[in-house]
């Protein structure tokens, strides 16, 4: 069935560096892939999205990349800073209108 | 703005015990969800609804009953608690199919079967 990858499942880095988050979508109808922020005790927030006529987007220090040949997308997190330390899931539109998400990312910004 | 407004925020059940968790939202959104998340494994789709009075199936129903009498509300319901029912479960909202646009969650429900 239609299935979302995504690597790493923790991530640690110093503060001021950039971090990456890649996945692996499996439906090739997909055609939108929003990016969640989840910090501690609360529901996930959009932070970023991306549709399939699109190859990059940017929002201040985060971007996200789309090809859809291979069909994997990324997120980029530049400057990180310790805020950024939370639980970030990746998801892919299928049929019917409905997401899957990926496993999450624990990532952890270190001052 | 409330949003999505979840309750219970934390129970504990015995296995075989029913519960209802409630959610309601104030945004006028037609679209509805509830979501299971377990460690290591994202957030799994139980039931969805694209209005009041329609509901639909996810990619992990079994165990679970969900009504849509209005815009509002969208509880799940929980008739025989089985240990694996263990999990943090969020509902969310969107005004439109969700390849459109954002969907917004409540706070989430912990529930612990014993």
């Known amino acids: 069935g239609e299935n979302v990858e995504q690597h790493p499942s923790t991530l640690s880095v110093q503060e001021g560096d950039s971090a990456v988050i890649k996945c692996t979508y499996s439906d090739s109808a997909s055609n939108y892939f929003p990016w969640y922020k989840q910090e501690l005790g609360k529901g996930p927030q959009l932070i970023i999205d991306?549709?399939?006529?699109?190859g990059e987007k940017k929002d201040q220090r985060i971007a996200v990349t789309l090809n859809k040949t291979a069909k994997h997308f990324s997120l980029h997190i530049t400057e990180t800073q310790p805020e950024d330390s939370a639980v970030y899931f990746c998801?892919?539109?299928?049929?019917?209108?409905?997401?899957?998400f990926g496993q999450g990312t624990e990532l952890s910004v270190k001052p | 703005n409330a949003g999505v407004t979840q309750t219970p925020k934390f129970r504990i059940l015995k296995i075989g015990q029913s519960m209802t968790l409630q959610c309601t939202q104030d945004m006028n959104h037609n679209y509805m969800y509830w979501y299971r998340q377990d460690p290591g494994m994202g957030l799994k789709l139980i039931y969805y609804s694209v209005g009041a009075g329609i509901t639909d199936k996810g990619e992990v129903p079994n165990g679970y009953n969900v009504s849509r009498s209005t815009t509002e509300d969208f509880p799940l319901r929980l008739e025989l608690a089985a240990p694996s029912q263990t999990s943090v479960y969020f509902c969310a909202s969107s005004p439109d199919r969700v390849n459109t646009g954002e969907l917004f969650f409540g706070e989430g429900s912990r529930l612990t079967v014993l």
């Open positions: 998801a892919a539109s299928i049929q019917r209108g409905k997401l899957i």
């Open positions: 991306i549709r399939s006529n699109v």
